[in-house]
Each structure stands twice: as C-alpha cells, then as structure tokens.
C-alpha cells in the first residue's frame, strides 16, 4: 500500500492517531498534559511513532525522519520531566508546552514529505523530496508552529495569573 513496508503503514496509523489526539488536546486544554487522557495517549502514541520510525529507510540510510524521531524522543522526555517537577523553576509549564508543541511539529515534517511524494499514488503532487514546493511547506508549518506556540505560552501566562488572582 503506496508502497510502504508493514512497519510504515503501523507507524503512519499510529502517528495518525497520535496528531489526532495531539490536535484535540490543544484545541480542548489549549496544551498537551500528560495529566489527562487525552495528552497521555498522544504521548504514548507519538513515543510509538517515534520509535517506530527509526526502522523505516525506504528513502536509504539514516536521515533527517531518524533525527525528527530522535528530537520527539528527547522532546516527549523533556515535556514529561517538566511537567511532573519543578527542576525548570517557574518556567516548567512553558518547557512542557513548547516540547509537546514541537513534537507535533516533528509528526508533521516528516508527513508533509510523504504525503507530497506519495500521494495521489498514480501521479504524486511532487517528484521528489527535495522539490521547492516542499520548502514553503516547511516555511509555513513553522510560522505555524511559532505562532501556535507563543499562542500557547499567552494562555499559560494569561491562565497563571488568573490562579494567582484568586
């Protein structure tokens, strides 16, 4: 299927399910926590699409994916270890929420790349990866994703001082 081995479709079903719940997280609580449910499965489900992605090399060896899994790893890491201690201080819940934030952003480079390059499976949107279309998509997802984030940040500040109000 579009030419992927047994792990990718797993790995592309779970990261599926992952950017869903990561999505409904941040629409829902504005940020990702593992305290609830939802925050808890995209971190599970996205420590699966991570992992899983370091045995995938249908384009050659190890590449920028592997480094993206890597960096979601260390990101789910880092958000867990920020949210359930205090050893980043007063900024613990801005670390969590820019490491959860960017793993989502890790999901969806790696996404944009394949779904370009496979999709329609007749005649893909680009030929290849290193097309300059794929370059503005990278552009816009991050705009995106710093956007996203300092809206994040915003919340968590705006949300801190109402709880201080009280």
């Not at 999901?107 to 005649?123: D, G, M, N, Y």
Request: proline residues 5%; aromatic residues 12%; glycine residues 10%.
């Amino acid at each position: 299927m579009f030419g992927l081995t047994m792990l990718g479709v797993f790995h592309t079903a779970i990261g599926l399910v992952a950017l869903g719940y990561g999505f409904w997280s941040l629409v829902r609580y504005k940020q990702i926590s593992p305290r609830n449910r939802i925050g808890q499965i995209y971190i599970l489900t996205t420590f699966v699409t991570a992992v899983t992605s370091l045995g995938i090399y249908q384009r050659g060896g190890f590449g920028p994916q592997h480094i993206l899994g890597i960096l979601t790893v260390i990101g789910l890491a880092v958000g867990t270890l920020s949210g359930n201690s205090t050893i980043f201080g007063r900024a613990s819940q801005y670390v969590q929420a820019i490491s959860f934030s960017s793993t989502i952003f890790f999901h969806l480079l790696p996404a944009a790349f394949e779904t370009w390059t496979r999709l329609p499976p007749e005649k893909p949107l680009v030929a290849s990866p290193s097309e300059p279309v794929l370059k503005i998509i990278i552009l816009v997802l991050t705009v995106v994703f710093l956007v996203g984030v300092t809206l994040q940040i915003t919340w968590l500040r705006a949300s801190s001082r109402l709880a201080n109000q009280d």
